[in-house]
């Protein structure tokens, strides 16, 4: 308990620091926001963000979830005070002051939970325990979605810059990520290196729940249109490969 009231308390402090040099959306902001209208995020979308800080993120994903509901989670209840104030008034954001480990909650009819720049700042020992708790609250439809510092950004800083690290800032590797999700039941949909403000400083990774293949084909789920496009499109790499291979007959 000392230890994670040591961590509320840093984010606390945290908290002023960002309202005292105003550190609002940036472009990662807007790159997860992006990345979860893509995978589907929309009106009815219901969303478990969890490590929300200052609501940043929480008021993009708000201007699209309008019928549905957020769920806003963050250890820090200087965060939540300020997120409060910060977001206009919306009858669907819940928020809510807990550590993930202690998290609970009676529903898991989430479409999305996101873990943004939060498992580096919870100790190595933990994950496990995260990514089991998180499992509980995914359905078939759900989709966690993460993003980390790549660990060598870490590693770099705590060489070269260690003043700029938090109370825990951990380089998670990606097959420690992996080895955690699988043994709670996930399986990995995409993994991706990507530059924000460097190249490869960012992680972004994502995971739905584990299921029983069941051989459904693709072309039984779409329209008549997309596979008319699809088949044009066919075509059209046919006719490209024709025109820059030579092909023996």
Not at 11 to 24: G, I, K, L, R
Not at 140 to 154: D, F, Q, R, S
Not at 211 to 227: D, P
């Amino acid at each position: 308990m000392k230890d994670k009231m040591k961590v509320s308390d840093f984010y606390d402090a945290f908290t002023n620091y960002q309202m005292e040099t105003d550190v609002m959306l940036n472009d990662r902001h807007f790159i997860l926001f992006k990345k979860l209208k893509s995978l589907g995020l929309n009106t009815n979308s219901h969303v478990l963000e969890l490590g929300c800080g200052i609501g940043v993120i929480t008021s993009l994903i708000a201007t699209v979830v309008r019928k549905g509901k957020i769920t806003a989670v963050d250890i820090s209840p200087k965060s939540i005070e300020v997120s409060k104030k910060k977001i206009f008034q919306k009858t669907n954001i819940e928020f809510i002051v807990s550590d993930i480990l202690n998290f609970s909650y009676p529903d898991n009819r989430f479409d999305f939970i996101t873990l943004f720049d939060v498992i580096e700042h919870i100790p190595l020992k933990d994950h496990s325990a995260v990514f089991k708790l998180i499992s509980r609250y995914m359905n078939e439809k759900t989709i966690l979605l993460i993003n980390i510092p790549h660990p060598h950004l870490i590693e770099y800083d705590r060489k070269y810059h260690p003043k700029d690290l938090q109370i825990v800032d951990e380089a998670v590797q990606a097959n420690f990520v992996l080895e955690n999700a699988y043994s709670a039941d996930m399986n990995l949909m995409f993994f991706a290196s990507y530059g924000i403000w460097h190249e490869n400083d960012y992680q972004m990774i994502a995971f739905n729940k584990q299921n029983t293949f069941t051989n459904i084909k693709i072309s039984e789920k779409i329209t008549m249109l997309k596979k008319i496009i699809n088949r044009l499109k066919k075509w059209n790499n046919k006719i490209l490969l024709l025109s820059t291979y030579k092909i023996n007959k």
